[in-house]
């Protein structure tokens, strides 16, 4: 399975960006995916995930109230709508998928792309 996303770009703070990633396989829609981001000099953090059918999601609490992970089946698609962006979002950000269950670690999952780049601006 390839993942690739997409959709970063520069913003200033409190605007909004969507992050697509696509799959390269129709058989994603049986995997759970999520979103992590690694900002310069940092570790590799855990955003979103969200469950093979959807039902499920779960959010850092950095994040939550702010971020909207989803999915569109038919397209092998997944999003991330960040609304009320701020600097500390500045980040690189990656699209990742499991075959089992998703979690909070990067080790938990078994397909990643190469990120794309999101600047919060103040």
Do not use: H
Not at 44 to 50: G, K, L, N, P, T
Not at 102 to 108: D, E, I, K, T, V
Request: proline fraction near 2%.
């Amino acid at each position: 399975v390839q993942l690739q996303a997409s959709g970063g770009g520069l913003v200033q703070a409190g605007e909004s960006l969507r992050l697509s990633c696509a799959a390269s396989e129709r058989t994603i829609g049986a995997f759970d995916m999520g979103w992590f981001r690694q900002a310069p000099g940092k570790e590799r953090d855990f955003v979103a995930a969200i469950s093979s059918r959807g039902g499920s999601t779960y959010y850092a609490d950095s994040v939550k109230g702010r971020f909207t992970i989803s999915r569109e089946y038919g397209k092998n698609m997944m999003y991330l709508q960040m609304n009320s962006l701020k600097p500390e979002d500045t980040a690189v950000y990656y699209c990742v998928a499991t075959r089992g269950r998703y979690g909070s670690r990067w080790s938990s999952y078994d397909y990643w792309g190469q990120g794309t780049q999101v600047t919060v601006s103040s």
